[in-house]
T-cell receptor
Framework: KQEVTQIPAALSVPEGENLVLNCSFTDSAIYNLQWFRQDPGKGLTSLLLIQSSQREQTSGRLNASLDKSSGRSTLYIAASQPGDSATYLCAVTYGNNRLAFGKGNQVVVIP | GAVVSQHPSRVICKSGTSVKIECRSLDFQATTMFWYRQFPKQSLMLMATSNEGSKATYEQGVEKDKFLINHASLTLSTLTVTSAHPEDSSFYIC?????????????FGDGTRLSIL
């Protein structure tokens, strides 16, 4: 069974600092890995998708890396802003297009 | 970009009521739709996989008779929570997959907050 773990569960940083969010998964047989953003009581916003053959993806201030063999991904958010406050979810796609999610990293950026 | 519409966004109803949630792909055909449930501060848990024209595949521990799923067309799947009770209160989210290979991302609805009194 695929299990996804995200650490830390919650973190607070002052505005301007870089954020580092970690995700690990137990089964390396994945098709891709996605990072999502979820605001309280809202749905999911896809941030980055890394195919299993790729090592990283970048979008603006966001950079995500993938080490499939070790079952790890890291999301970097540069120069954090208060608007980055949200929960960040990591999910892997495995057999039959199913997604396994972590519990999320709850981020607060302090102005 | 691909858009998935989920309706209603919020439901508050009495115990024993059946509630239907709709998930529509607006600008693409979704051969597969997924239904998830999320409890507070928990991850999204896959409930079932819905394929157009066939029976849904439920994850272990999810009651088929409790959570009825219908995928009647390539753009619409519905989840009906039958005889809902307070323990069914949760955030339900659907996603749709265009069916062009596993490397294509799923597209998510905005979710439905279900509160059973």
């Amino acid at each position: 069974k695929q299990e996804v773990t995200q650490i830390p569960a919650a973190l607070s940083v002052p505005e301007g600092e870089n954020l580092v969010l970690n995700c690990s998964f137990t089964d390396s047989a994945i098709y891709n890995l996605q990072w999502f953003r979820q605001d309280p009581g809202k749905g999911l916003t896809s941030l980055l998708l890394i195919q299993s053959s790729q090592r990283e993806q970048t979008s603006g201030r966001l950079n995500a890396s993938l080490d499939k063999s070790s079952g790890r991904s890291t999301l970097y958010i540069a120069a954090s802003q208060p608007g980055d406050s949200a929960t960040y979810l990591c999910a892997v796609t495995y057999g039959n297009n199913r997604l396994a999610f972590g519990k999320g990293n709850q981020v607060v950026v302090i102005p | 970009g691909a858009v998935v519409s989920q309706h209603p966004s919020r439901v508050i109803c009495k115990s024993g009521t059946s509630v239907k949630i709709e998930c529509r792909s607006l600008d693409f055909q979704a051969t597969t739709m997924f239904w998830y449930r999320q409890f507070p501060k928990q991850s999204l848990m896959l409930m079932a996989t819905s394929n157009e024209g066939s029976k849904a595949t439920y994850e272990q521990g999810v009651e088929k008779d409790k959570f009825l799923i219908n995928h009647a067309s390539l753009t619409l799947s519905t989840l009906t929570v039958t005889s809902a009770h307070p323990e069914d209160s949760s955030f339900y989210i659907c996603s749709a997959h265009p069916g062009q290979g596993a490397n294509q991302p799923q597209h998510f609805g905005d979710g439905t907050r279900l509160s059973i009194l």
